[in-house]
Nanobody, 132 residues
């Protein structure tokens, strides 16, 4: 049974940093496409970053233009945890962040190819609040 357990998030002033983590379990051989969507009251759930994981290896990271250069996704192979470092935060980054995962397939593990309906496994969500 696949489980995604999130941790991190919180409140920070504009310009600050936060970290999100998503511990992944249940995928055969630890092979999956993992990343984050975020949602605010004003926006639909949008894909922001993804990384394909292959047990102890990872593929290329993918980022939405709105976060590229400020957010960094990585994979801790020992803890089977995908981490997301959020830097230079601004008020537009406020929202609920959801870790999401799916099996790797012919669909690229990228933000451009990400569709909410393709992701069957979700974390519980982590709130990020950025104040000005």
């Amino acid at each position: 049974q696949v489980q995604l357990v999130e941790s991190g998030g919180g409140s920070v002033q504009a310009g600050g940093s936060l970290k999100l983590s998503c511990t992944v379990s249940g995928y055969p051989n630890n092979v999956a496409c993992v990343g984050w969507f975020r949602q605010s009251p004003e926006t639909e759930r949008e894909a922001i970053t993804f990384i394909p994981i292959f047990n102890t290896l990872v593929g290329n990271q993918s980022y939405a233009g709105s976060v590229k250069g400020r957010f960094f996704i990585s994979y801790d192979t020992v803890k089977s945890t995908v981490n997301l470092d959020l830097d230079s935060l601004n008020s537009e980054d406020t929202g609920m962040y959801y870790c999401a995962a799916r099996p790797l397939s012919e669909i690229p593990c990228t933000v451009v190819a990400a569709r909410r309906v393709d992701f069957v496994d979700w974390g519980q969500g982590s709130q990020v609040t950025v104040s000005t």
